[in-house]
């Protein structure tokens, strides 16, 4: 007889059995929304939340994450390079090794919050990184979502966490105010928080970035084409080019959904205008960029990585096929880094959705900080 024991333990064997089918691989995805595949990595490695789309394994050990609260100064992992020099002064009222809002920094005309993350050991004329979340993210899911206030700790940098000020916190990148040099709305007081870095707490305004997931990634590509004053770098996790989203005369922080589907296709001079519109009469240096996307992105489709590409290549003058190609021995297999010129790199992830998981890391070093 086919008896209630059995169905018990069918019941009780069946998600066990699941569970055995895989480990997923170094670097891997082992969870996130909507994730089917294994949640366990190969030994060595941990399941690490990079955010509420992915997990990856992550060779190591246990990490906790970064400290919410005030804690006493960390340790530098042994090996590392100690940064010297004491807190440059502005600096100094600012508790380490927490996340801590700042207020009063400048125009902020859509009251964007800014928080602050200064690590133990400030570097002197240290580098500023502004790391712009995800919709539906906030500048403390983002904080303790990624690495950036963890390896500060090693590097001695300083970052800022901007919030979304907009019911479903994505950011404006679709007004004309937004994309415009000065021109109002969130870039502008992303701008303002990074320009009060650099004029009082001693940041080397020649090492001030931009990173940024999905919506925070469209919005590093507008700081970058908006701000390239201010910013001499941008790393794009899975966004659209600047100026995509562009709906002006509509309420700031509209949804662009033929961008966002990949529709929006233009030559890559009419990408660049883009650029150019956003501060008109500007003739100095572009931030250098490297994007990331992926092939099985259905929330801003990987069509946006080739018309991305197309408008950096043309601002820095850039044949448009890649100088090299090339698989990276740190990266997934499926990953493939284009290489077009010293200021513009773009990564596509073989079947990888919304979003690409950070590789901080690998940020840091093309930022010139590790
Ligand atoms: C965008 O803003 C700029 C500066 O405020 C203004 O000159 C321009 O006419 C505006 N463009 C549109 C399309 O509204
Ligand atoms: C780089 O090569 C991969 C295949 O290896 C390809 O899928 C990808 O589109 C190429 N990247 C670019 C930017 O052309
Ligand atoms: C891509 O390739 C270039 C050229 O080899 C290299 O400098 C860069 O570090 C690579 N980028 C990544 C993300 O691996």
């Given at each position: 007889m086919f008896g209630f024991k059995n169905v018990l333990s069918l019941a009780v064997v069946l998600p066990m059995a699941r569970l055995a089918v895989g480990q997923a691989a170094e670097w891997g995805q082992c969870g996130g929304i909507g994730w089917t595949g294994a949640t366990t990595c190969v030994s060595g490695n941990v399941c690490t939340k990079l955010n509420d789309y992915y997990s990856q394994c992550q060779p190591g050990s246990v990490t906790s994450p970064p400290p919410t609260s005030t804690v006493p100064a960390t340790t530098p992992p042994p090996g590392t390079t100690t940064p010297t020099g004491s807190a440059p002064p502005g600096l100094s009222s600012i508790p380490a090794s927490t996340l801590h809002q700042i207020t009063g920094?400048?125009?902020n005309p859509n009251n964007v919050a800014v928080y602050v993350y200064k690590p133990a050991r400030v570097a002197a004329n240290p580098p500023l990184i502004v790391a712009s979340h995800y919709c539906g993210g906030s500048a403390q899911a983002y904080y303790t979502g990624s690495k950036f206030a963890q390896l500060s700790e090693t590097y001695g940098y300083v970052v800022l966490y901007p919030s979304s000020p907009h019911s479903g916190s994505c950011?404006?990148?679709?007004s004309n105010e937004t994309l415009?040099?000065?021109?109002?709305?969130d870039s502008l007081g992303i701008a303002s928080a990074a320009r009060y870095a650099i004029a009082n707490w001693g940041v080397d305004a020649n090492r001030v970035f931009a990173v940024g997931t999905s919506s925070g990634a469209m919005m590093t590509n507008v700081l970058a084409a908006a701000y390239p004053d201010i910013f001499k770098a941008g790393i794009v996790d899975s966004g659209v080019p600047a100026g995509c989203f562009s709906l002006p005369g509509q309420p700031e922080d509209s949804w662009n959904s033929q961008c966002s589907q990949g529709q929006l296709v233009l030559t890559g001079q009419q990408w660049a205008q883009r650029v150019y519109d956003a501060y008109p009469g500007y003739t100095g240096a572009r931030p250098k960029m490297q994007v990331w996307h992926g092939t099985?992105?259905?929330?801003?489709?990987?069509q946006n990585f080739y018309e991305t590409i197309k408008q950096w290549t043309t601002v820095f003058g850039?044949?448009?096929?890649?100088i090299s190609n090339v698989s990276e021995p740190?990266?997934?297999?499926g990953y493939s880094n284009a290489t077009y010129g010293p200021n513009f790199q773009a990564i596509l992830a073989q079947g990888v959705g919304h979003t690409v998981p950070l590789f901080e890391q690998q940020y840091l070093q093309f930022l010139g900080i590790a």
């Open positions: 920094f400048g125009t950011w404006d990148v679709s415009t040099h000065n021109g109002g709305s099985a992105d259905t929330t801003l489709y990987p850039y044949p448009s096929t890649p740190y990266l997934p297999s």
